[in-house]
């Protein structure tokens, strides 16, 4: 595959939305389309982002690293840790070309979020093109500069519905120096209980799950803290490979067949009795479900989390249904950035 040069594009991108707005078409933003499968159907012209790609600014003394909307999310993995720097919320790709815009608008976190944060937690600004046609600089480069209404991390989750991203900054950390995985003969309540304590000790873990048979467990930081964190929970090393199986979805839980469910939850609810196959992932905080039983959502609401569906057609709201006033608040922020509806209409909701 031929591989594009890194250039500016935005001209082009903001020239195609001048179009669409002389002649009132809507617009389906894409990347590599590696997370198409979340959402509702969008009809309307591809604005394709991926020639709009490169790090623009990259200084790994301020842990501070800029890049366009359509840059492979793999190159800045790959700059990062050339200097042996790292996005802390482990970002599923789904694919080889998932790009940074792709990223930012679908929030997608990894294991090792309940720990350090989401990726909403690390965006500083943004640059945006609204459905008005106009250029938007949002944030900075600095935390100082991220305060008070922080629209940038609006757009964190948003899948394309308010505008289109152009430029992200986002603050990294360095790597771990040391890395140890670990796993333990528990049955899920044991497990859960277990991990209810260590929460509440000074242990270096940045991942837990359990599969329904043993809980895996991943240890990171200096190799005394991780050696020692070892010796005292005890349990088999692992490969480290599997926290990204887990995470791009590899793992044999995630085969083709029933619909998947992820449920978001409180980390505090401990063993659930839940109609389906289940994976628990963040300590217990995020469940993965295999299950064509009704009213997921609403499972998921009186447990006070929220529901989405991974599999593309088992759903026709696929995102938790919102409040009347939270969709209120929606309607009124995509007047604003978008106030002819170009951008994804309906992707989130059928009301937006």
């Keep these: ?32 389309n590696s997370k198409a499968f979340l959402g509702r159907e969008v009809a309307g012209e591809v604005l394709d982002t991926r020639a709009h790609r490169g790090i623009v600014h990259y200084d790994p003394t301020e842990l501070v690293i800029t890049a366009r909307a359509g840059t492979p999310l793999s190159d800045v993995l ?44 690390f965006v500083l600004g943004t640059r945006l093109i609204t459905g008005s046609g106009k250029v938007l600089r949002l944030g900075g480069e600095v935390m100082k500069n991220v305060a008070g209404y922080d629209v940038s991390r609006l757009l964190v989750g948003s899948f394309g519905c308010l505008g289109v991203l152009t430029e992200v900054s986002l603050k990294v950390l360095p790597k771990p120096r040391h890395c140890l995985s670990i796993s333990l003969d528990l049955p899920p309540a044991q497990a859960l209980d277990t991990l209810t304590e260590w929460g509440q000790q000074p242990l270096p873990i940045s991942a837990a799950a359990h599969d329904g048979q043993r809980l895996y467990v991943r240890l990171e930081g200096g190799e005394g803290s991780v050696t020692a964190a070892h010796q005292r929970l005890g349990g088999e090393p692992l490969d480290s490979a599997f926290w990204a199986a887990l995470n791009e979805q590899r793992l044999a839980f995630f085969d083709e067949g029933l619909p998947l469910w992820r449920l978001s939850l409180p980390n505090n609810l401990g063993p659930l009795t839940l109609p ?77």
């Design 1 to 32: 595959m031929q591989v594009e040069p890194d250039r500016d594009a935005s001209d082009a991108l903001l020239e195609q939305i001048h179009q669409a707005l002389e002649n009132a078409t809507p617009l389906r933003i894409q990347g590599s």
């Design 78 to 121: 790959a700059a990062l840790d050339a200097c042996g720097q790292m996005l802390p919320c482990e970002p599923p790709s789904f694919g080889s070309e998932a790009t940074v815009g792709g990223m930012i608008a679908t929030g997608l976190s990894g294991p090792r979020r309940p720990w350090v944060g989401a990726v909403r937690d």
């Design 276 to 352: 389906a196959e289940q994976l628990i992932d963040w300590a217990g905080a995020q469940r993965w479900l295999k299950t064509d039983a009704p009213d997921i959502q609403s499972l998921a609401q009186a447990l006070g989390g929220h529901a989405t569906c991974f599999t593309p057609g088992a759903s026709d709201t696929p995102f938790q249904p919102l409040a009347p006033a939270l969709l209120r608040y929606h309607r009124q922020l995509k007047a604003q950035l978008d106030p002819q509806g170009l951008f994804n209409p309906g992707r989130m909701y059928a009301e937006l």
